[in-house]
């Protein structure tokens, strides 16, 4: 017979507990760790810092992405913009075009201002980052032409006149990436003023408001010769 304790230790030995298994790192959480860790330390920052940092070994973390180029393509890749989805479903009828316009580039600014840390890193690593940024369509194209689309419905629907549609989206578009450019390279001082000010005066200046019918002026009435 055996006692209690002997039971325990019997069971122990027949029926051991299952190793514990390091938590499975979803690959959501090594691009997360990845971007963190590139723009903090540039494109030459050590995979172990990266591993360290998911709590795996360098050789699992290898093991899960391949290559550190493979890393850094994946984690740094610029995505579509996000403001596309604000500016697919053309004018808005509840809203003025300038609200309308504003709201859809400081969606933007936001995405430029995640992007353009990325690309820094990618153009000065030597990872094939000018290769992860050869998109079918870069993101600054993409948003070019959806704000043409935007701006020719507008167009059409009578409420704005414009004569080149796409001159205006290139302008607002430039003048926005312009603006996220400087700011990433100089702060403040090399983009000043507010960002909300700045491009509701530019697009005060690029689309006009279609001038109302002028009212018929009175003629002052000519006195009859007495």
């Not at 992405?65 to 053309?90: D, Q």
């Not at 959806?146 to 006149?161: H, I, M, N, P």
Request: hydrophobic share 45%.
């Amino acid at each position: 017979m055996h006692g209690w304790r002997g039971l325990v230790t019997y069971q122990s030995v027949t029926n051991p507990a299952p190793m514990s298994r390091p938590p499975r790192v979803l690959d959501p959480e090594i691009d997360e760790a990845a971007r963190a860790v590139f723009l903090a330390q540039g494109p030459s920052a050590p995979l172990q810092d990266i591993a360290k940092r998911l709590g795996i070994s360098q050789a699992a973390l290898l093991h899960r992405v391949g290559t550190k180029e493979a890393l850094m393509s994946r984690a740094l890749r610029p995505v579509p913009p996000t403001a596309l989805a604000l500016l697919e479903p053309g004018p808005r009828a509840d809203a003025s075009l300038e609200d309308q316009l504003l709201e859809a580039l400081l969606h933007h600014r936001d995405f430029l201002r995640q992007l353009v840390p990325w690309l820094f890193v990618l153009h000065y690593s030597g990872l094939g980052g000018a290769r992860a940024m050869q998109l079918e369509t870069p993101p600054p194209v993409a948003l070019r032409e959806g704000l043409t689309k935007w701006l020719t419905r507008a167009k059409r629907a009578g409420r704005v006149d414009l004569a080149r549609p796409g001159a205006v989206a290139e302008a607002l578009c430039g003048a926005l990436e312009a603006r996220c450019f400087n700011a990433h390279v100089g702060g403040a001082t090399y983009a000043p003023g507010d960002d909300e000010a700045v491009l509701r005066q530019l697009i005060r200046v690029l689309l006009p408001p279609r001038e109302a019918p002028a009212r018929a002026r009175k003629k002052p009435l000519k006195r009859k010769p007495g």
